[in-house]
């Protein structure tokens, strides 16, 4: 089984800050991290590998020190990483983002399964996965919680659902895109640790790929940022104190009141 695991570095979001003036991310002296679902997905990868064998290659389109998030990958038994890093990317927005890591992916070769997470936590927009299963044309299944079978030329996943789940079928290749219900992904151990700050990376340019160079970065991203902002807090909040018991009895009294009001009017 040939498995690709796509990982985004997101800065750790406790820390993030916005330029008021430009209304861009601030990034520096802000701690990056592996986009929390992007751990879920390496560790399906390495459970599906020790049942199947075969090879993952986790790659990540990102600046030069996105590096050290596919040395985080291999530490805990990826095998591969690949890099794909160019003036031409940056200013990608989803569209372009999909497309860019698709044309990587078709350069390293025959694949059998997409793994990426459900989103990451600074875009949050959910779109590359379904983008680059668009873009390749195959099949994909987002919101996987359970890998109920696996095979050669097929795959059965649980795909969550806001009622319940969905048993979803499907041949390979296909992609799939991982929610935190799926696993607990394993610590790195330290043979891991030590091979991933010896192992190289590859690293695919805008040359590498037989990109169409106005579908990359900014010239080739169909949506614009008009603004960022943090909306302000809300006030005007009651804070119940007392007892438990008195708390919840004068929870229950302002909930009847509001609903009695929200019936008025
Ligand atoms: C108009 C516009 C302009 C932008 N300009 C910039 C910019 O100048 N610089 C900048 O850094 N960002 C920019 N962004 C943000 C950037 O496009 C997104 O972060 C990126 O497209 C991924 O989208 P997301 O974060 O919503 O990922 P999601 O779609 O939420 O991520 C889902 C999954 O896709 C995979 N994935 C996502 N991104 C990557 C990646 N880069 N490499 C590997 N796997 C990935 C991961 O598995 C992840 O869990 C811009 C966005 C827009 C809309």
Redesign the pocket.
């Known amino acids: 089984m040939n498995i690709i695991v ?3 570095q997101v800065p750790d979001t406790q820390d993030i800050r916005i330029n008021p003036e430009t209304n861009t991310l601030m990034r520096e002296g802000v701690q990056s991290i592996v ?1 929390p ?2 751990m879920y ?1 390496i560790e399906e990868a390495l459970r599906i590998k020790e049942k199947l064998g075969g090879k993952i290659t986790v ?4 600046p030069q020190q996105a590096d050290s998030a596919l040395r985080e990958a291999v530490s805990m038994g990826v095998d591969e990483m690949v890099l ?1 890093c160019d003036r031409a990317f ?5 569209w ?2 999909s497309y860019t ?1 698709a044309k990587g992916i078709q350069k390293l070769g025959k694949f059998d399964l997409i793994i ?5 936590i ?8 379904p983008g680059i299963a668009a873009t390749l044309d195959i099949p994909q299944v987002t919101y996987v919680k359970k890998t109920e079978e696996i095979k050669e030329d097929m795959a059965r996943f649980e795909k969550m659902t806001e009622e319940g789940f969905e048993v979803i079928e499907t041949p390979l290749p296909c992609l799939i ?1 991982v929610v935190k219900e799926i696993n607990i992904p394993r610590l790195p151990s330290l043979k891991g640790k030590i091979r991933a700050k010896q192992a190289p990376v590859t690293t695919l340019t805008a040359k590498d790929i037989d990109a169409e160079p106005e579908k990359l970065g ?1 010239k080739g ?1 169909p ?3 008009k603004k960022v902002f943090t909306p302000p807090k809300r006030t005007g909040g009651q804070i119940l104190q007392g007892e438990t018991n008195e708390v919840v009895a004068k929870l229950v009294e302002a909930l009847k009141d509001m609903v009695v009001a929200a019936g008025k009017t």
């Open positions: 796509c990982i985004k986009n679902f992007d997905a790659i990540c389109m990102g794909m940056a200013g990608s927005d989803t372009a983002t890591l990426c997470g459900k989103q990451a600074d875009g949050d927009t959910a779109q590359v996965g895109t900014l991203s949506t614009v940022v």
